[in-house]
T-cell receptor
């Protein structure tokens, strides 16, 4: 069964500092990997996704993520955070099986706090 | 980009009544949609996969008779919470799969906050 681990429940970063959010996954086939951001009471916004090809993926809002198959990781990074980045971040894994598409399995999320 | 509209955004209902939540893909055809449930300060849990024109596939532990899913068209899936009870209060989010060659991916609705009193 697939699973996603986000080991950090909360992360506090100073505004302007760099950020890395960790994500490890377990998936039986070729994974499709995603990072989403959620503001309180809102739906999910896609930051970036990885299906294949270049393992360094660029997303919106200055975020990037690197797929490392050997480590089963897909960590999210941003060189300089802004106060507006404070939110809940979810890593998710999905894929295709039997000709269909799997629903996504989400990690528990990382709550990002930005200090002034 | 792909847009998914979910309505209502908030609903309060009395215990024992039923509530219907709609999920529409606005600019693409979604043969597959997904329904998730999110408890406060927790992650999203997949409830069911909805395929147009066929029965939904429910995840283990999800009561199919309580959470009725209908996917009658390529742009609309509905979730009906039947005989709702306070423990059904939660945040429900739908997602539509865009199978386009360029835009392949999952787009989420803005969620529905259900409160059963």
């Amino acid at each position: 069964a697939q699973s996603v681990t986000q080991p950090d429940i909360h992360i506090t970063v100073s505004e302007g500092a760099s950020l890395e959010l960790r994500c490890n996954y377990s998936y039986g086939a070729t994974p499709y990997l995603f990072w989403y951001v959620q503001s309180p009471g809102q739906g999910l916004q896609l930051l970036l996704k990885y299906f294949s090809g270049d393992t360094l993926v660029q997303g919106i809002k200055g975020f990037e993520a690197e797929f490392k198959r050997s480590q089963s990781s897909f960590n999210l990074r941003k060189p300089s955070v802004h106060w507006s980045d404070a939110a809940e971040y979810f890593c998710a894994v999905g894929g295709r099986s039997g000709g269909g598409a799997d629903g996504l399995t989400f990690g528990k999320g990382t709550h990002l706090i930005i200090q002034p | 980009g792909a847009v998914v509209s979910q309505h209502p955004s908030r609903v309060i209902c009395k215990s024992g009544t039923s509530v219907k939540i709609e999920c529409r893909s606005l600019d693409f055809q979604a043969t597959t949609m997904f329904w998730y449930r999110q408890f406060p300060k927790q992650s999203l849990m997949l409830m069911a996969t909805s395929n147009e024109g066929s029965k939904a596939t429910y995840e283990q532990g999800v009561e199919k008779d309580k959470f009725l899913i209908n996917h009658a068209s390529l742009t609309l899936s509905t979730l009906t919470v039947t005989s709702a009870h306070p423990e059904d209060s939660s945040f429900y989010i739908c997602s539509a799969l865009d199978r386009g060659l360029i835009n392949y991916g999952y787009t989420f609705g803005s969620g529905t906050r259900l409160t059963v009193v």
